[in-house]
């Protein structure tokens, strides 16, 4: 019950147990006995949770509604651990913090290569180095800033960030936000797509777990659905499509499958079953606790599982030809995904007796593949960004809205075919991921970073 009454659908359940029963009408449950006394927790959103032993006689569990209003006033609690200041959240959830601290959400505020697209610099701190967001459209601080630095006040320069909002995307922000509205999708960013709520006094935990009794903490199912991570994850920048993340879900067979982005991003890794031992947590089943790396693993075993590559070669009078198939499979979205200049790169070698590569008749590789592979066989998936001049690769903000877009969609193949010297006896095929275009690793003088997701060879028969 509440202060007013009875209170009908909150979810009771024994704590750290998987079972739960709703109250009816008139606020009553019935849950199977236990021989030893178990403490009771009961939430619904909207509440505080709530929780008690069993053995009490009578047993009332009451629910203190949240505040109304969200407080701007409020002050964001650090993640790093510090005794002297007894809610940061690494003093208690150490494991998560370790996972956290290796996530690029982490790092959203002071990537290196992130803030040298933003403030114009290079590698080595060189100012007016090839692109500057912050240079050419300070305009768009604002919007960086809503998804990378969401704490940081809407004209900060993400470069001369301190204190809490110089994590970026910390835990505090995000247990903070109650919903999230889907109503302008791609053009309302980062902290402005989402509800927060943020005391005037005492403290508020959203999260997933629905029986965690403080009585700071508070349910809300959001945090198992895709739509939590909207705002940040789809996005139309001056009139381009920089990120369609959550667009390519929608349109998905894991959305049809039921499956959500923290159904792969926030998988249990299986090794932790306490979210804060020794400081007031409970055992838990490790398959109940997400990660909050955002990759079970990492992202290459993420590209490896989902990144199927074949290839069937037949052998002719004056030529081998070879059809490859590439597959993205059991992924959410698109391949590659995230920031527009992601891209994927299928290589296709051929060689003969003496190892020297075969001539080529088929698709090749253009310079925006990098010049030491213009011109061999294969196929850049991407989207391609050009100015109105027709000139690419170039950064979003001097980019026309027109995106020319081949990237892998899951479960629909993508098959080419080449024709190789009759000699070849073997093949190389390699896909390769690449988070920025060469042209710009160069400029910037960032090291280079590329990743081999797929590396096989096939001999071929005569």
Same mark, same amino acid.
């Given at each position: 019950?509440?202060?007013?009454?009875?209170?009908?659908?909150?979810?009771?359940?024994?704590?750290?147990?998987?079972?739960?029963?709703?109250?009816?009408?008139?606020?009553?449950?019935?849950?199977?006995?236990?021989?030893?006394?178990?403490?009771?927790?009961?939430?619904?959103?909207?509440?505080?949770?709530?929780?008690?032993?069993? %053995?009490?006689?009578?047993?009332?569990?009451?629910?203190?509604?949240?505040?109304?209003?969200?407080?701007?006033? +409020?002050?964001?609690?650090?993640?790093?651990?510090?005794?002297?200041?007894?809610?940061?959240?690494?003093?208690?959830?150490?494991?998560?913090?370790?996972?956290?601290?290796?996530?690029?959400?982490?790092?959203?505020?002071?990537?290196?290569?992130?803030?040298?697209? +933003?403030?114009?610099?290079?590698?080595?701190?060189?100012?007016?180095?090839?692109?500057?967001?912050?240079?050419?459209?300070?305009?768009?601080?604002?919007?960086?800033?809503?998804?990378?630095?969401?704490?940081?006040?809407?004209?900060?320069?993400?470069?001369?960030?301190?204190?809490?909002?110089?994590?970026?995307?910390?835990?505090?922000?995000?247990?903070?936000?109650?919903?999230?509205?889907?109503?302008?999708?791609?053009?309302?960013?980062?902290?402005?797509?989402?509800?927060?709520?943020?005391?005037?006094?005492?403290?508020?935990?959203?999260?997933?777990?629905?029986?965690?009794?403080?009585?700071?903490?508070?349910?809300?199912?959001? +945090?198992?659905?895709?739509?939590?991570?909207?705002?940040?994850?789809?996005?139309?920048?001056?009139?381009?499509?920089? +990120?369609?993340?959550?667009?390519?879900?929608?349109?998905?067979?894991?959305?049809?499958?039921?499956?959500?982005?923290?159904?792969?991003?926030?998988?249990?890794?299986?090794?932790?079953?306490?979210?804060?031992?020794?400081?007031?947590?409970?055992?838990?089943?490790?398959?109940?606790?997400?990660?909050?790396?955002?990759?079970?693993?990492?992202?290459?075993?993420?590209?490896?599982?989902?990144?199927?590559?074949?290839?069937?070669?037949?052998?002719?009078?004056?030529?081998?030809?070879?059809?490859?198939?590439?597959?993205?499979?059991?992924?959410?979205?698109?391949?590659?995904?995230?920031?527009?200049?992601?891209?994927?790169?299928?290589?296709?070698?051929?060689?003969?007796?003496?190892?020297?590569?075969?001539?080529?008749?088929?698709?090749?590789?253009?310079?925006?593949?990098?010049?030491?592979?213009?011109?061999?066989?294969?196929?850049?998936?991407?989207?391609?960004?050009?100015?109105?001049?027709?000139?690419?690769?170039?950064?979003?903000?001097?980019?026309?809205?027109?995106?020319?877009?081949?990237?892998?969609?899951?479960?629909?193949?993508?098959?080419?075919?080449?024709?190789?010297?009759?000699?070849?006896?073997?093949?190389?095929?390699?896909?390769?991921?690449?988070?920025?275009?060469?042209?710009?690793?160069?400029?910037?003088?960032?090291?280079?970073? %590329?990743?081999?997701?797929?590396?096989?060879?096939?001999?071929?028969?005569?």
């Amino acid at each position: 019950m509440d202060d007013s009454g009875p209170i009908q659908g909150a979810q009771v359940r024994y704590q750290g147990t998987p079972r739960f029963v709703l109250s009816n009408a008139e606020g009553r449950f019935h849950l199977p006995p236990n021989s030893d006394p178990q403490r009771i927790t009961a939430s619904k959103e909207g509440f505080f949770i709530e929780g008690a032993m069993s %053995d009490l006689s009578p047993l009332t569990l009451k629910l203190k509604r949240l505040p109304a209003k969200d407080s701007e006033d +409020y002050t964001w609690v650090d993640p790093t651990p510090n005794p002297a200041r007894h809610q940061n959240c690494g003093n208690c959830h150490k494991e998560i913090l370790e996972e956290w601290s290796a996530s690029s959400h982490a790092r959203s505020a002071n990537n290196r290569r992130f803030l040298n697209l +933003y403030d114009g610099t290079d590698w080595q701190g060189r100012p007016h180095v090839g692109w500057s967001l912050r240079d050419e459209h300070p305009d768009g601080i604002g919007v960086c800033n809503a998804c990378h630095a969401p704490t940081a006040p809407f004209d900060a320069d993400l470069g001369n960030l301190t204190g809490v909002s110089a994590h970026g995307v910390h835990c505090d922000f995000c247990h903070k936000i109650a919903n999230a509205s889907t109503e302008r999708i791609g053009v309302t960013h980062g902290r402005y797509g989402l509800e927060l709520l943020r005391p005037n006094q005492g403290q508020i935990f959203f999260g997933s777990l629905d029986d965690v009794d403080r009585g700071e903490d508070s349910y809300a199912a959001l +945090y198992h659905e895709s739509r939590y991570c909207a705002s940040c994850h789809e996005g139309v920048v001056f009139g381009v499509p920089v +990120y369609t993340t959550y667009s390519e879900w929608l349109a998905s067979p894991a959305r049809q499958e039921g499956k959500q982005c923290q159904t792969c991003h926030m998988a249990p890794t299986g090794t932790m079953s306490n979210i804060a031992p020794g400081m007031g947590g409970i055992e838990r089943d490790p398959q109940a606790m997400g990660n909050h790396r955002f990759f079970d693993r990492s992202q290459a075993e993420m590209l490896r599982r989902c990144l199927h590559v074949s290839a069937e070669a037949a052998t002719e009078a004056d030529s081998v030809k070879v059809n490859v198939r590439i597959q993205a499979d059991q992924v959410g979205h698109r391949v590659p995904t995230g920031f527009v200049d992601r891209n994927l790169l299928l290589i296709v070698e051929a060689f003969g007796v003496n190892e020297s590569a075969m001539p080529i008749d088929g698709p090749r590789l253009s310079g925006l593949a990098a010049p030491s592979w213009k011109g061999k066989a294969g196929k850049i998936y991407a989207k391609r960004l050009t100015d109105f001049d027709g000139k690419g690769p170039v950064p979003f903000w001097r980019a026309r809205p027109d995106v020319e877009d081949n990237r892998l969609s899951p479960g629909q193949p993508d098959s080419s075919e080449w024709r190789f010297s009759s000699d070849t006896i073997r093949l190389r095929l390699r896909v390769i991921y690449r988070q920025f275009w060469p042209e710009t690793v160069k400029t910037k003088g960032w090291p280079v970073d %590329d990743l081999a997701v797929v590396d096989q060879e096939i001999s071929i028969r005569h």
